[in-house]
């Protein structure tokens, strides 16, 4: 399954991306700064919520989205 998480860098992204793992998952972290991520081995791509197309580009192809960021996301709402 191709799983998205966004807000990857958070605490619960982190944990969200380590559970998908131990499950057998190959998830795909999204952050507007993936160099912040914790976690080594874990596909990464950028993408802001100011930039409705950085969101396309990143949600393009998955299965599953998991968000765990809050501020700024209820913008695009």
Same mark, same amino acid.
């Given at each position: 399954?191709?799983? /998205?998480? !966004?807000?990857? +860098?958070? $605490?619960? @992204?982190?944990?969200?991306? =380590? /559970?998908?793992?131990?499950? @057998?998952? +190959?998830?795909?972290?999204?952050?507007?700064?993936? *160099?912040?991520? =914790? #976690?080594? @081995?874990?596909?990464?791509?950028?993408? $802001? $919520? /100011?930039?409705? $197309? *950085? #969101?396309? =580009?990143?949600?393009?192809?998955?299965?599953?989205? !998991?968000? +765990? %960021?809050?501020? @700024? !996301?209820? =913008?695009? %709402?």
């Amino acid at each position: 399954m191709k799983v /998205r998480v !966004f807000g990857a +860098t958070g $605490d619960q @992204g982190e944990a969200q991306l =380590r /559970r998908l793992i131990a499950a @057998g998952h +190959t998830p795909i972290a999204v952050a507007c700064d993936p *160099s912040k991520l =914790r #976690l080594a @081995g874990v596909a990464r791509v950028v993408a $802001d $919520d /100011r930039e409705p $197309d *950085s #969101l396309a =580009r990143a949600l393009d192809g998955a299965d599953l989205l !998991f968000i +765990t %960021m809050c501020a @700024g !996301f209820a =913008r695009m %709402m």
